[in-house]
């Protein structure tokens, strides 16, 4: 199974639009300070190459924290509800868990005999007192890496191609300006939302958050 079916759509969503923003921060920051010359044209290839690099990194150690805090986290869950009193309060813990999920696309009667068939599963199978890490989670955190380091390479490309330093950082930032409108169009599939209307929001989104992290640093 490929790395990238690992994660969820979410997942895959804010893995590459930070991504694109890391990378547009540093294409744009360049081209200001430098004026857009050679200099500023290689400060933002190696920036951008290596802010990615280092973030894919991080990203995917996150990854794993959040697999292995979420897993144990359930199982936490589990063990209360096994020990609970009685079934009101084993069907309470439940209930505070799954209704903000469930109750929009369940009716009460519903899930609440779901919830009884999870209480009796757990009463059954005894949890267990913690969980490790898992192969699909190092496969999901390969996935993240590939994704962030992937967000570069719209930024990287034309700065590789185009000898002119000027035209390569506007092809480079009009590039990541362009992959954030069709991941936001792709993305509304998704949601059931109009796709012209998510991929020019996620532009807009994108940009203003380019706007705040120039000034501060980012």
Not at 81 to 104: C, F
Not at 169 to 190: E, T
């Amino acid at each position: 199974m490929p790395p990238l079916n690992y994660l969820k759509p979410n997942e895959s969503l804010a893995e590459v639009v930070a991504g694109l923003i890391m990378v547009l921060s540093f294409t744009l920051a360049a081209s200001v300070a430098s004026g857009g010359g050679q200099d500023g044209a290689r400060a933002a290839l190696v920036g951008a190459i290596g802010c990615n690099v280092a973030w894919a990194i991080i990203d995917a150690v996150f990854y794993l924290m959040d697999s292995a805090f979420g897993r144990n986290r359930l199982i936490r869950i589990g063990r209360a509800v096994a020990s609970a009193p009685d079934e009101a309060a084993a069907l309470a813990t439940i209930r505070g868990e799954l209704d903000p999920y469930l109750a929009s696309i369940a009716r009460t009667e519903d899930r609440e005999h779901f919830y009884r068939g999870v209480r009796s599963w757990l009463l059954q199978k005894r949890p267990p007192r913690r969980a490790g890490l898992t192969r699909d989670d190092y496969m999901g955190a390969v996935a993240v890496f590939c994704l962030v380091f992937a967000t570069a390479l719209p930024a990287v490309l034309p700065l590789l191609l185009i000898s002119d330093p000027w035209m390569a950082l506007r092809a480079s930032n009009l590039l990541v300006i362009v992959v954030l409108f069709v991941v936001g169009y792709y993305w509304a599939g998704y949601v059931d939302t109009n796709r012209w209307l998510a991929g020019f929001g996620l532009t807009a989104l994108g940009l203003a958050l380019v706007a705040v992290a120039i000034p501060l640093g980012g």
